[in-house]
């Protein structure tokens, strides 16, 4: 009598793991983009509490933090000093980060003086969770050139900082110490806008919007790396410096074009949009198909590279931005 012998052929065992390579290959991106949703909710908290902590600011003070705060002399006037104070070190106490705003004294030291003081400059280059989408693969602090800060007044030497996946609504075209009437967001240089200044509605005028850190074309070469800073800017002599914790509508939503204008605008590397929070505090994901103006001197055939040369906002993008220019839209 025969014995028959237990176990697999070499086929049945190809076949099992013929069909467990299947499985996994379907699985695999349902997992991935479930990781990317709890990411993206993250960030959607982030926002969420950045707006609230605005609120809460304007609650305190009757108005909402400057974009950066010049330095001024006892008349006045504007002084020559590097480095300025960012509206991300004004709402520390509303995130939650009382010790930090503290010791970093802000407000009271000029910034370029705790960049040049060791145990400061150390506090501000301690990353925080709150200015961070998880999504996004930034350093933990920025080591872009125009996102550093003069460490002195001559400039001499230049000190990294937390990087910061959020910025604030400052233009409809470039980033601007005095935003021209009709063009202007929330938030500008020394200026504190109230709830009574955005004519156009808090749930439609962006506040904060995400900047993501890498822009790469679609063959992977890398563009440009920006994202912004939590704390401050290291100049205000050209608007790459400035961008550090502001956005503008000056070039489309996650624009691929090899341009320094691209570290102006608003990006995320969430799929098909950005994340914003909007001065009612309302979180919203934008997508990047809302409408953008066109001109004949945008380009549309460089790496989807869509630039508004002239300032208009004669679109439903730059309106989300714009608080005055007396033509509200909801949000599509």
């Known amino acids: 009598m025969k014995r028959s012998r237990s176990g697999f052929t070499l086929v049945e065992l190809l076949v099992v793991i013929a069909i467990i390579g299947i499985l996994v290959g379907l699985l695999l991106p349902a997992v991935q983009a479930a990781r990317e949703a709890a990411r993206r909710m993250q960030c959607s908290n982030n926002l969420k509490q950045i707006g609230l902590a605005l609120h809460n600011y304007h609650d305190t003070y009757k108005k909402f933090p400057a974009a950066w705060l010049s330095n001024k ?8 000093d590097k480095s300025y104070w960012g509206w991300g070190a004004s709402i520390l106490p509303f995130v939650e980060q009382q010790p930090l ?10 910034l370029h003086d705790a960049a040049n003081t060791p145990e400061l400059l150390a506090l501000m280059q301690t990353p925080l969770a709150a200015f961070r989408c998880p999504s996004d693969i930034a350093p933990d602090f920025n080591t872009h050139t125009e996102r550093k800060l003069h460490s002195g007044l001559g400039g001499a030497s230049d000190a990294q900082i937390a990087t910061s996946n959020y910025v604030a609504s400052n233009d409809t075209w470039e980033p601007r110490d005095d935003p021209r009437a009709g063009e202007k967001g929330p938030f500008e240089e020394n200026d504190n806008a109230s709830f009574r200044d955005i004519i156009d509605g808090t749930s439609n005028t962006i506040a904060v919007g995400e900047r993501r850190w890498q822009h790469r074309a679609p063959n992977g070469n890398l563009r440009i790396e920006a994202a912004g800073t939590v704390f401050g800017i290291g100049d205000k002599k050209n608007t790459g410096w400035t961008s550090a914790v502001v956005g503008t509508g000056i070039v489309k939503m ?12 608003f990006s995320s590397v969430h799929p ?3 994340m914003f929070v909007f001065c009612d505090g309302s979180v919203h994901f934008v997508g990047d198909t809302v409408e953008f103006e066109m001109n004949a001197e945008t380009d549309v055939a460089s790496a989807n590279y869509q630039m508004n040369l002239h300032g208009g906002y004669d679109n439903v993008y730059n309106k989300l931005i714009a608080r005055d220019d007396g033509r509200p839209v909801v949000l599509p």
Do not use: H, M, P, Y
């Not at 002399?73 to 020559?80: F, L, P």
């Open 272 to 274: 098909g949009g950005a």
């Open 254 to 265: 996650n624009t691929l074009q090899d341009s320094w204008r691209c570290q102006q605008g």
């Open 101 to 110: 705003f503290d010791a970093l004294q802000v407000g009271t030291i000029k």
């Open 73 to 80: 002399g006892e008349a006045g006037v504007k002084t020559t």
